[in-house]
C-alpha cells in the first residue's frame, strides 16, 4: 500500500503562484510513477501533469503547459506541483496519484493510477 497527503492548496490572486506537495508513504517511492489530478465542482477529474519514477520524463496537459511544472524528490518520497500564472479556471480540488511502473513510463489515464491523496482546495480569485 501507497499512502499519499498533499500539502501547500489555498486561496491566491490570479497571476500568483503555489506549490503543492505529494508526501508519500508505505512502500518505496521509485518505480511509482506519479501524477497530478484536479477536479472541479460539476467536472469530471482530469489529469494535470505526470512523471516517471525517475523523473526525467514529463508529460502535461496543454491547458497547464508552461506554466505548471511537476518534479520529485525520491530522497524524500515527495512529488510536488509548482503552479505559476494561476487562472480562475486553475480552481479547483487537486490530488496527486501513484502507480507501480517499473517501466519508468509516464501514466495520463485516471483510471491507470492505484493510489489517490484526499485532495488539497486551490481556488484561484479574479
Known amino acids: ?7 501547500g492548496g489555498g486561496l ?41 519514477w ?3 520524463s514529463t508529460y502535461y496537459a496543454d491547458s497547464v503547459k508552461g506554466r505548471f511544472t511537476i518534479s520529485r524528490g525520491n530522497a524524500k518520497n515527495t512529488a510536488y506541483l509548482q503552479m505559476n500564472s494561476l487562472k480562475p479556471e486553475d480552481t479547483a480540488t ?11 513510463s509516464i501514466v495520463v489515464g485516471t483510471t491507470e493510477y492505484d493510489y489517490w491523496g484526499q485532495g488539497t482546495q486551490v481556488t484561484v480569485s479574479s
Open 12 to 52: 491566491v490572486q490570479a497571476g500568483g503562484s503555489l506549490r503543492l506537495s505529494c508526501a508519500a508513504s508505505g512502500r518505496t517511492f521509485t518505480s511509482y510513477a506519479m501524477g497530478w489530478f484536479r477536479q472541479a465542482p460539476g467536472k469530471e477529474r482530469e489529469f494535470v501533469a505526470g512523471i516517471n
Open 94 to 104: 487537486y490530488y496527486c496519484a501513484a502507480v507501480y511502473q517499473p517501466s519508468n
Open 54 to 56: 525517475s523523473g526525467g
Open 1 to 7: 500500500q501507497v499512502q499519499l497527503v498533499e500539502s
